[in-house]
């Protein structure tokens, strides 16, 4: 059965609910938008066909109250929610209050969600489903020693895991027995103030491993299909910066084992949705399972560039309950495609937030340039949530095109009043590794120790000085405009002096 869907709340803000809303104008949905205090006059607001206030500025008293959003979704009349990425898409109280309230979650059904939420669960159903999984052991209820002989057997370096985990808060690595105790308890202790559960696990730590994830959907009908991959290795404090589709190291075999392996675990947990399957893939491209995310993910636009699929929709014929429209021999990846995450931050001073007001913006276009953005000139780029003000997504038919466009467009993007990641990028668009495709989660701590992003080559030394002369040319200019009316501005010393002269001419025909 297919019941249509007319009206979407999306429960998000920023680039992604952008995003949601103009994959709802494709389709002829309306959007419903929610904004807190501090989001009144943002982009998302003023691209939804409706919006709804629905708190102060801190995302615990509005797009975090699973309450406020339920209700204004009723009150709306909306027939579904997205939750986007972040905030609420993750959480399956959220998704079953939804379903209570006869308002479709658009995301897996709420046990999914709980079951791959917890890791070691998730370990466990990927272990029964027959995929690889990293040697490791739950040390649940184990004493110390049976714990530290877990770690023997495994062999250090060993990697402490939170169950609750994610974001690699209540992780470990312990390179050695005599530090062993104390690791394990101080993961512990972080996952229960980071998740409310202290339960932790090993595994054999993976010095340099690539993070390589597959994309999938599954409908009600039993369908699933894989969309190829996504390398996700550049990224600082488990906070991905840079991805891209194909992944430079994955051939069309490797995508098939990954791919069958991501269907096998999606059908193990009866996985309705858009989703996506985490692999570690080593040196010598053995791949290992990691984890489950049960949401869109931000990254999904690579894969949309080189699959032409458009994931939003998908999404929603999902929830409509309708059959996949394609089978897996449908899917064919075309091209390149690189995204690089724009925060408004500062990367030579170790990417703190810079807040304010942007006040000059100009995105970049031209062939294979997408930009997903949050905000537009004059927004004010707030202090209560995560930095990230657009994506810039480019398309090639080869990684070298796409690198080539990429830099193009980092050129041709304008950020002003807020300090922004753009030249973080450029420096990695020239980043020899980068270029080879050498890459590993340990790039940007190998490749820049000290935080180093400048570009300091003599073309843009020339650059930067001409925009300094230019800039104070200006000033100077603006000081002297507000001094003198236009009629009366400095010119040159001839045209002062013939000015004076038929002023005198004047004066003198009285
Ligand atoms: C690992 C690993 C090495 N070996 N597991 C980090 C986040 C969490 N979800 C899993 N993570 C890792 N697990 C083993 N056995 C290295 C990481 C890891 C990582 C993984 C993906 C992307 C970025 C990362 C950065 C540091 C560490």
Known sequence: MTEKIKKILIANRGEIAVRIIRACRDLGI????????????????????EAYYIGPSPSTESYLVHERIIETARKCKADAVHPGYGFLAENPSFAEKCLEAGIIFIGPKPETIRL?????????????????????????????????????????????????????????????????????????????????????????????????????????????IYLGERECSIQRRHQKVIEESPSPVVTEALREQMGRAAVSIARSAGYVGAGTVEFLVDHDLSFYFLEVNTRLQVEHPVTEMVTGLDLVKEQVFIAEGAPLKYIQEDIKLLGHAIECRIYAEKPEEGFVPSTGTLTHYRIPAGPGVRVDSGVLLN????????????????????????????RRALQEYRVGGVDSTIGFHLTIMDNEKFIRGDLSTRFLEEEYPDNDYHRLDGEVLEKAAIAVALDSFINE??????????????????????????????RGSR
């Open 30 to 49: 309306e959007s419903a938008a929610v904004y807190s205090e501090c989001d009144k006059t943002a982009y998302h607001v003023r691209m939804a066909d």
């Open 477 to 506: 200019r603006k000081i002297i405009l507000s001094q003198t009316s236009s009629h009366n501005r400095p010119a040159c010393g001839w045209v002062t002096y013939h000015r004076k002269n038929s002023l005198r001419q004047f």
């Open 116 to 224: 791959l939420g917890d890791k070691l669960l998730a370990r466990d159903t990927a272990l029964k489903a027959g995929l690889p999984v990293v040697p490791g052991r739950d040390i649940g209820g184990l004493d110390i020693a049976s714990a530290l002989a877990a770690a023997t057997d495994i062999g250090f370096p060993v990697l402490v895991k939170a169950a609750g985990g994610g974001g690699g808060k209540g992780m470990r690595v312990v390179t050695s027995e005599d530090l062993f105790a104390e690791s394990l308890k101080s993961a512990a202790n972080e996952a229960a103030s980071a998740f409310g559960d202290s339960r932790v696990f090993l595994e054999k730590y993976l010095p340099r491993p690539r993070h390589i994830e597959i994309q999938i959907l599954a409908d009600t009908h039993g369908n699933c």
């Open 379 to 406: 927004s004010q780029i707030p202090i209560f949530y995560d930095p990230m003000i657009a994506k810039l997504i480019v398309w090639g038919k080869d990684r070298r095109e796409t690198i080539d466009r990429t």
